[in-house]
């Protein structure tokens, strides 16, 4: 299979950049949809996105149709967000839309405004993304100039949409969706209990719905071609094209559109040509750097939800993060887990805890100073990477515990003779061996400017 | 009594209309600040406070928790170099090293100059992109010794 037998819907131009001027996406029949929608009831637009298939893109895969359903229409206002916080490591699909194609997000807030009777959207957007948020700020100045935004939205009398762009300031948890709403409303970004679900109480305490960008941006498409359409592209309850963001050591790493049939192998080997310098796959991070890793003979799998989960992981964001034979697992190990405890928002005890403690006996098996009893203090705090396991996983508000845990977890279960080896041996066995920072800086034994690849 | 943010009434106001709270302002607020003076100062908080009407503990219990509010000025050019697995596997520290060696540019450091200062950062979605960065507002990504040499040299 090569790219350009590839069907496209929603990165058709994205390297062109053009439609981010409204009169090009205009003549493209942009905004026709929204036009199209103001004339459909509620549960109409609502039927067809259920009907779809469509599933959150943001990670967790939840029907986008049922999740609407839930929304609690006694109460008001209501409110709609876009998730556009991205910051599950490996995951850049939303950046590349928002930058290109911020019209059709536009249009995919209008259309499910109109679904959800909802008439202020905020798109949360962290703050890293500085460019994308410019440019939607701009998008946002020209539809309300259109009289796409606003009171009387296409001049029909009544209906109203404002959208906001809302920048965050470089926090994890804020992805987390009750997090998301904290940060909106102006506090630390903590992670609340559910129940009560945004749905019946949200933003403000009110009724909300939040969904990923990729989500939301491909509302459009399926008002415009139907649920039939989107699910031509499927495998088992995946349905639809999705953005699948690769990085790591493959020769071509980048955002591709594929449909969930393509499997693992495919999509490193074939799509993205196979592993630098023609170095040996060593395992895979399939859906975010959350999600447990599969070694090579696991990856002949479709990339869909039911797919991946049957290799024993998770599709998540559908992030695919590659390495090659010269990453060395704990080293990798302790480079996530160094995430986890930073971005821990430190809530709850067995997460706040959990995360540093899991960093640092990682560290020190890395830096060969940790024990057999060690291996077996991970384990038992991480469990066996899956849900309700160990010391942490379901123990906490949110599930970035969780999501701390299960690639330890898992990593441990793949690699363990490395970690043993580690262990044995009193070091890293890996060359190019590189050190973790010490007191806020980085040392390394090599430390003398060299052309990296 | 304002200082940082006295030119700042008609946006602040236009601020406030974009919400039903005056409290979600506050991220807004700090990066209007940071974008005017780089960094947020006890100062800045104390200004944020009064026009919230909050404490200035409570601004700075925000200010806190996210990363991206520089509590001490930074260079005039701040390099936030992505660290998370992606990155790192693909150069980071090589980059690292580099800056540090050929530009005398530490982690956590503002040079003597003033020009740089350079702080190593979580995931900032650009792992398509790895090794990446991001200089001020611009993102850098794929980068060589080659491209780092030229942002360099291109910045004030």
């Known amino acids: 299979m090569s790219i350009t037998e590839l069907e496209r819907v929603l990165l058709p131009n994205i390297e062109k950049n053009e439609t981010e001027w409204l009169s090009a996406y205009k003549a493209q029949g942009g ?49 709609l967000c876009i998730n556009a916080d991205e910051s599950e490591p490996g995951t850049c699909k939303d950046r590349p839309l928002m930058e290109q194609r911020p019209h059709t997000l536009l249009e995919g807030i209008i259309c499910s405004c109109l679904a959800l009777e909802v008439q202020s959207a905020y798109i949360y957007i962290r703050g890293e993304y500085y460019k994308a948020a410019k440019i939607l700020n701009k998008a946002i100045e020209e539809a309300y100039e259109a009289g796409f935004l606003g009171e009387n939205i296409f001049g029909v009398q009544g209906k109203k949409v404002d959208i906001v762009v809302h920048r965050g300031g470089g926090a994890y948890v804020c992805g987390e969706e009750t997090a998301l709403l904290t940060s909106l409303e102006g506090y630390r970004g903590y992670p609340k209990l559910k129940p009560p679900f945004p749905a019946v109480a949200g933003l403000y305490g009110k009724p909300t719905i939040i969904n ?69 796959l060593k395992w895979v991070i399939p859906g975010g750097s959350s999600v447990p890793w599969l070694l090579p003979h696991q990856i002949d799998v479709p990339l869909s939800h039911e797919g991946v989960a049957a290799a024993g992981s998770m599709l998540g964001s559908s992030a695919v993060m590659v390495m090659d034979h010269t990453v060395c ?15 821990s928002c430190g809530q709850c005890t067995p997460c706040r805890e959990g995360t540093a403690w899991m960093f640092k006996i990682v560290q020190r098996i890395e830096d060969g100073h940790g024990t057999m009893a060690d291996l077996d203090a991970l384990y038992s705090i991480a469990g066996e990477g899956k849900p309700g396991s160990g010391m942490i996983s379901g123990k906490s508000i949110c599930a970035l515990g969780d999501a701390a845990a299960w690639p330890v977890g898992s990593a441990i279960a793949q690699f363990r003779n490395e970690f043993e080896e580690h262990v044995r041996l009193g070091y890293c066995p890996y060359k190019n061996k590189r050190y973790w920072m010490a007191n806020g800086r980085f040392v390394n034994e090599q430390f003398h400017p060299h052309k990296h690849h | 009594m304002l200082n940082i943010l006295k030119d700042e009434t008609e946006r602040i106001e236009r601020l406030f209309e974009k919400y039903p709270s005056r409290r979600s302002a506050m ?36 200010v806190s928790f996210y990363t991206m509010f520089q509590q001490r000025p930074t260079g005039k050019t701040h390099i936030a170099l992505c660290d998370t697995l992606a990155c790192a596997i693909c150069g980071t520290h090589e980059i690292a090293a580099y800056l540090e060696e050929k530009y005398g540019i530490e982690v956590k450091k503002v040079t003597k100059d003033g020009r740089f200062s350079l702080e190593l950062v979580e995931c900032i979605g650009a792992c398509s992109m790895a090794p990446a960065l991001l200089a001020n507002e611009d993102l850098h990504g794929n980068l060589t010794p080659e491209s780092l040499d030229q942002l360099i040299a291109s910045c004030p």
Not at chain 1, 68 to 75: A, E, G, P, R
Not at chain 1, 250 to 274: A, H, M, N, S
Not at chain 1, 329 to 343: D, G, K, M, R, T
Not at chain 2, 51 to 57: C, K, M, R, W
């Open chain 1, 329 to 343: 697992p704990v080293w990798a190990l302790a480079n996530l887990s160094h995430f986890y405890q930073h971005e």
């Open chain 1, 212 to 280: 990923n960008v990729e989500t939301i941006i491909n509302i459009p498409f399926i008002l415009k071609n139907g649920a039939e359409w989107f699910k031509k592209w499927v495998h088992e309850k995946t349905t639809g094209l999705r953005l699948y963001s690769v990085s790591g050591h493959v020769k071509r790493p980048g955002v591709y559109e594929l449909p969930p049939t393509v499997t693992l192998k495919q999509l490193i080997f074939d799509i993205c040509g196979g592993i630098r310098n023609d170095h040996e």
């Open chain 1, 31 to 79: 905004y026709e949809v929204a036009r199209k929608a103001l004339g459909m009831t509620c549960e109409e637009m609502i039927q067809i996105v259920k009907d779809s298939g469509l599933r959150g893109r943001g990670g967790a895969g939840f029907p986008t149709g049922m999740k609407w359903s839930f929304l609690n229409k006694k109460d008001s206002p209501r409110y």
């Open chain 2, 27 to 62: 991220l807004p607020l700090l990066w209007m600040v940071q974008e005017k003076t780089g960094w947020v100062s006890q100062e800045a908080m104390e200004e944020v406070a009064e026009i919230l009407a909050v404490t200035p503990a409570e601004v700075y219990e925000v």
